[in-house]
C-alpha cells in the first residue's frame, strides 16, 4: 500500500493524529503480496529481485524485500477489494509479460524444495537484519500476503485491531498455503509462521488497549535500539501509523489472484464490520493473547481441519464450521463495501485451500512438480 506518508509519531497524542487525519480514506484498502521468482529449467529459487526491480524502471507496483529471490507487488488504497486485486492482477500480469520466460514467478507461503538457508537483498536495511540475525535472517525464505485497511479514528483503529486479533487462527487457517519447506511435507498446512518466528516479534500481538501504552511501547523499542522504526514490529497483525491503517499480515501468498482477493475480502469486511460495531456502541472483545495463540497453532497445524476454541468457553469446533459462520456474519459488510462475489469466492476456499491443493499435486507428480504447478497459476482467471 502506497499512500503518502504521514509523519513519524512522536508521541500518544502524533500517534492519534496518524488515524484521527484518515478520515477521508475511512475503510480503503491497499494489498502486498510477496512473490517467489524461480529459475524455469529448475524451478528452484532464483535470486534476481534487485534486477527485476531495477528492470522495472521505478514501477511504485514492485519492491523488494529481504529475500533476493522475492518480489513485492504492492497497489495504492482503493475503495474496494476488487479495485485493488485489479490492480494487483495487473502487476502480476505485466511481471510475468516483462521476464519474457527467462525467470517464472508464484505465489505461495514457502517453495516446496529450496534450500532452508538463502540469498537475501543488499541494503542499509538488509544488512542491518543479516549482522543482527544471521543464519535466521537467511531462513526468512517466506512469501504473505498482506492487508491494510484504512480505520479513522484513533480510539476506533486501536479498538478495532484488538477485537481482531481473535480472528486471525480463522483467516491462517483459510489462507494456509505453505505444507512443504526444505523438500519434505512438514505435516502443516503452513510452516510459515514457525519459521518467521525464529525472530522476535512475531505471531499474535498484545492487546494494545491505550494510545499511551502504544507510544511506550514504540520509545522503549527505540531506546534499547531492538525497534528503531514501527515497520521491525513484526506482528501477524499491527497499527501502521505511517499509513493510518490496520495490517493484517497473517494470510500466506496466495496461488491465484482469484483466492488473494477472497482472503482480502473476508479481511477487509471483518475489519469493517468491527469498526461498524464500535460505533453503534457495542464493546468490542480484546481476548487473551495465550489463548488466541493456541488456535494459531492448531491453524497452523491442521488448516481447515483445526479444532478451534471459543475464546472464551473453550469449546472447540472445526475450523470450517467456525469460517463458515464467520463469512455468514460478515455478508451485510461485504455487501457495503463492495466484495460480495470475492467473500462468496472464500466460501470456495473452505472446500479446499492452498496447503490441500499443494499436498494433491505433490500426492499424484511428487512434490518436485509443486512449483512449475504454482507458477502455473500465477495468471488464472486474469
Known amino acids: 500500500m502506497t499512500p503518502t506518508p504521514l509523519a513519524p509519531p512522536a508521541d500518544p497524542g502524533a500517534l492519534r493524529a496518524a488515524f484521527d487525519a484518515a478520515g477521508r480514506a475511512d475503510l480503503t484498502v491497499g494489498l502486498e503480496e510477496e512473490l517467489m521468482l524461480l529459475d524455469p529449467e529448475t524451478f528452484d529459487l532464483a535470486p534476481r529481485a534487485a534486477e527485476v526491480v531495477e528492470g522495472r524502471a521505478g514501477d511504485p507496483r514492485y519492491k523488494l524485500e529481504l529475500p533476493a529471490a522475492q518480489i513485492e507487488l504492492v497497489t495504492p488504497p482503493a475503495p474496494s477489494v476488487p479495485a485493488a486485486a ?99 511435507d512438514t505435516g502443516l498446512a503452513s510452516v510459515r509462521p514457525k519459521i518467521s518466528r525464529l525472530l522476535p516479534r512475531q505471531g499474535v500481538p498484545p492487546a494494545l488497549r491505550d494510545w499511551d501504552a502504544v507510544a511506550e511501547a514504540m520509545r522503549w523499542g527505540a531506546a534499547c535500539g531492538a525497534v528503531p522504526e514501527p515497520r521491525l ?64 497453532w492448531a491453524a497452523c497445524r491442521h488448516g481447515l481441519d483445526a479444532p478451534l476454541a471459543d475464546l472464551v468457553t473453550g469449546d472447540r469446533r472445526p475450523a470450517r464450521e467456525r469460517i463458515a459462520e464467520l463469512l455468514d456474519s460478515l455478508g451485510p459488510a461485504a455487501r457495503e463495501r463492495g466484495c460480495e462475489p470475492e467473500l462468496a469466492a472464500a466460501r470456495r476456499l473452505l472446500e479446499r485451500n492452498g496447503a490441500e491443493r499443494q499436498r494433491a499435486v505433490a500426492a499424484e507428480e511428487g512434490l518436485a512438480a509443486v512449483p512449475a504447478w504454482l507458477a502455473g497459476r500465477l495468471l488464472e482467471g486474469i
Not at 121 to 147: C, K, T, W
Open 86 to 184: 485489479a490492480v494487483l492482477a495487473g502487476a502480476r500480469r505485466d511481471l510475468a509479460a516483462a521476464l519474457h520466460g527467462e525467470l517464472l514467478v508464484a505465489g505461495s507461503g514457502t517453495h516446496p524444495f529450496a534450500a532452508a538457508e538463502g540469498t537475501l537483498n543488499e541494503g542499509p536495511r538488509y544488512d542491518r537484519i543479516q549482522a543482527e540475525y544471521g543464519s535466521i535472517a537467511r531462513r526468512q525464505l517466506i512469501f504473505g500476503m498482506h492487508v491494510h485497511v484504512a480505520v479513522a479514528g484513533a480510539d476506533r483503529a486501536l479498538a478495532v485491531h484488538d477485537a481482531l486479533r481473535g480472528h486471525l487462527p480463522e483467516l491462517a487457517a483459510l489462507a494456509a498455503n505453505a505444507p512443504f519447506h526444505d523438500g519434505r
Open 233 to 296: 514490529w513484526w506482528w501477524e497483525l499491527r497499527l501502521h501509523p505511517t499509513y493510518g491503517t490496520v495490517e493484517l499480515r497473517v494470510p500466506d501468498t496466495q496461488a491465484t489472484i482469484g483466492d488473494a482477493a477472497a482472503i482480502a475480502a473476508v479481511a477487509h469486511a471483518l475489519v469493517a464490520d468491527l469498526a461498524a460495531r464500535f460505533d453503534a456502541g457495542e464493546p468490542l472483545p480484546a481476548a487473551p493473547t495465550w489463548r488466541i495463540e493456541e488456535n494459531s
